[in-house]
Structures are given as C-alpha cells and as structure tokens.
C-alpha cells in the first residue's frame, strides 16, 4: 500500500513538473512573439523613416550655425497672443501680405506693382503654417545664415527679397519699408516657439529618396490631366479670383508662375511639394500620390515655359559651383554629368560622385 502511494505522488509531481514545464514554453512563446511584433514594427517605422528620406544623415545636413535638426514638432502660436499694440498691428499686416501679396504687391497691387500676381501663401501653404507645406517655422530660428547659392549671409529680408525675384518673377522690395517690416514681424512671431538653432521636423518640405530612374515629362503630362487640369488649367495658367488681383489657384508655367531661378525649379524641391501638399486637400500625412508619380509631375511642370533669369538676377548665383545642389540644371557643375541628367535624373550616380569629391 505504501510502494502505491509513493507511487502516485510519484506520478503527480511528474504530472505537476510536466504542467508547469508546458506552461512556462507557452509563456515563453507569447513573450517571443509578442517582441517579435515589436520589432518588426520598430523595424518597419525605420524602413519608412528611411524610404521618406526625412531623417537620413545626408539630409539633415544644413547650415552650419544650424545646431539640431528634426528634434521638436512645432504648432503655430495662437493668434490671440499677438500684442494689441504697434508691434501687434505690424505682425497682423504681414500675415495679410503673404495670405493676398498681390492685392499689396502684385500687377494691380494697392501699394506697389512689383510681382506676378502670386501670393507667398501660393508656395507657403496656410499663411506658412501647414507642416510639410514650405512652412516658416524654422526662418526665425535659423536666420541670418550662409547659403551656397548667394555665398553669403542672409537676413530674411534677402530671403524675402529672393522669393519677390524668383517665385513671384517679380523686383526687390525695400528692406526698411513698411511692408517688408511686417512680413519679418510675422515670420519672426510664427518661430517665436522654437529655439535659436533649431529646425523643427515638419518644416521645409520633405525629402523624396530619388528614383534609380529618370523623371518622366511624359507621364507627369497625364498625371497632371488627372488631378491637377481642374484647379490650374489646361495651360497652367491658374484660376484668378473674384476681383482679379490675386490667384485663387496660381500658375504653374509661364510668366505669371515662377521663373527658373526659384526653389520649386529644382526637381526634389517640387517633388516634395507635390508629394506632400496636392492635389489639393492632401497632407504629408495622407498622401494620395506615389513618390515616382510626384517626381514625374514636377519633371512635367518644370519642363514647361518660364521667365528665364539665368541672364539677370542668376548671373551671381553659386560662386563655388561645387556647392550646387544635385539636382539644379544649370551648368558649369564640378562634375562630367549633363544639364539634362542634373534636372531629370538619375541622380544617384550625381551624388556619389559628389560625396568622392568631398
């Protein structure tokens, strides 16, 4: 009787170890999957990070009195914190200048007839305040700085002066005059939150990883007929609004849009700007195009006619040529590759030889 019960309590403390032993696999194995779930999600995230272009080494490169860049999200101040004072007015008047600039400053402008009939906002989406939409959050913090294109040292009153010249094809405005005072007021109140040094992650535009292919004119052409002909025209040549100052939707070609000395005239920069802001209604964050199909649209847009400044205000562009970025058409370049390579693509053979020369 003795031998049977040592017997069972034999038996069920190999039952008990056995139980236990199968419990702690199945533990085991729901931990396992569980950080497996982890890791490929965090692994995920980074391919995204990583195929968007926004935090890779080469495109955080910047001005070098910039400190950090993509370390803070940022939120336009609100509204009600503008001072009802002198100060306050200015501010608020710089926001109407880059919301209706050509009501002020365009061919039918109130104050003066100096640009093409554009608006900041056309470029600088909601007043410069939409993330990814070529916002100004970061203009207060990280101006004046050298940029490679000048060769100098910019206030934002060059930088200003700049965008008159080029993305409204227009003249310079006054660097004391009223108006240029409130625009800088309003730029400088939209930073106010962010610090000296830093960029915050959604400003600008973002970076497309370039395509191992040229961009395509041809099928940009017909993503244009599919979703951008009903706000811009058959002709690019935009829609006016009521009172026919200023543009309800500009012009995309032409010499009312801007001329091939702006920004958006460089591929990536009108690559990323598709990407994220249009057609109309999208965001960076709910995108409706693909990458290729942006870099396609903006190789269309850009291969239309323009005002050519290359003669004018270009002239004193880019003192060290090898400070061009890849994708700016125009020669000389410091390397053997063509005009029509530098502007379409691919640029990946353009950038490693830049990167051997460095």
Same mark, same amino acid.
Request: hydrophobic share 35%; proline share 6%.
């Given at each position: ?26 533990? %085991? @194995? ?26 890779? &080494?080469?495109? +955080? ?20 914190? #503008?001072?009802?004072?002198? *100060? ?6 710089? *926001?109407?200048? #880059? ?25 600088? +989406? ?12 970061? =203009? !207060? ?5 050298? /940029? ?18 080029? $993305?409204?094809?227009?003249?310079? +405005? ?30 600008? @535009? &973002? ?22 002909? =009903?706000?811009?025209? =058959? ?9 026919? *100052?200023?543009?309800?939707? &500009? ?10 000395? %702006?920004?958006?005239? /460089? ?7 598709? *990407? !994220? ?19 396609? +649209? %903006? %190789? ?49 053979? #353009?950038?490693? $030889? ?5």
């Amino acid at each position: 009787m003795e031998q049977h019960y040592s017997q069972q309590r034999v038996q069920k403390a190999a039952s008990h170890l056995y139980w236990t032993a199968w419990m702690i696999f199945v533990i %085991a @194995l729901c931990i396992g999957i569980w950080v497996g779930t982890l890791l490929l999600h965090v692994e995920g995230c980074n391919t995204l990070i990583s195929k968007e272009g926004l935090h890779s &080494p080469d495109n +955080l490169k910047q001005g070098n009195n910039i400190s950090s860049i993509h370390l803070e999200s940022w939120s336009p101040p609100d509204e009600h914190t #503008i001072p009802t004072n002198e *100060k306050g007015e200015l501010i608020r008047y710089g *926001k109407e200048l #880059i919301v209706h600039t050509s009501v002020y400053l365009g061919p039918k402008g109130s104050v003066r007839k100096m640009s093409n009939g554009m608006n900041c906002q056309n470029c600088h +989406l909601e007043a410069g305040t939409k993330p990814f939409g070529n916002n100004y959050s970061a =203009v !207060a913090s990280t101006y004046p700085k050298f /940029r490679q294109r000048s060769g100098s040292v910019e206030t934002i009153s060059k930088r200003i002066n700049d965008c008159f010249e080029r $993305s409204l094809n227009g003249q310079s +405005l006054d660097t004391t005059s009223h108006e240029m005072r409130a625009m800088v007021a309003y730029m400088q109140w939209l930073g106010s939150n962010v610090k000296k040094g830093v960029k915050p992650e959604q400003a600008g @535009l &973002p970076e497309l990883v370039p395509m191992n292919r040229a961009a395509e004119p041809e099928n940009g052409k017909l993503l244009y007929k599919q979703h951008c002909l =009903v706000c811009h025209g =058959v002709k690019g040549q935009g829609v006016l609004a009521v009172g026919g *100052k200023e543009y309800q939707f &500009p012009p995309l070609w032409g010499n009312h849009s801007y001329n091939n000395g %702006a920004g958006l005239y /460089r591929l990536s920069r009108m690559a990323g700007y598709v *990407k !994220a802001n249009m057609p109309f209604g999208v965001s960076f964050y709910k995108p409706l195009l693909s990458d290729e199909d942006a870099w396609d +649209l %903006a %190789a269309y847009i850009n291969t239309m006619p323009r005002t050519d400044i290359r003669k004018g205000t270009m002239l004193h562009d880019w003192p060290d040529i090898a400070g061009k970025p890849f994708d700016h058409p125009f020669g000389p370049f410091t390397d053997s590759f063509s005009e029509k390579q530098h502007k379409y693509g691919p640029y990946e053979p #353009i950038m490693a $030889s830049h990167k051997k020369t460095k």
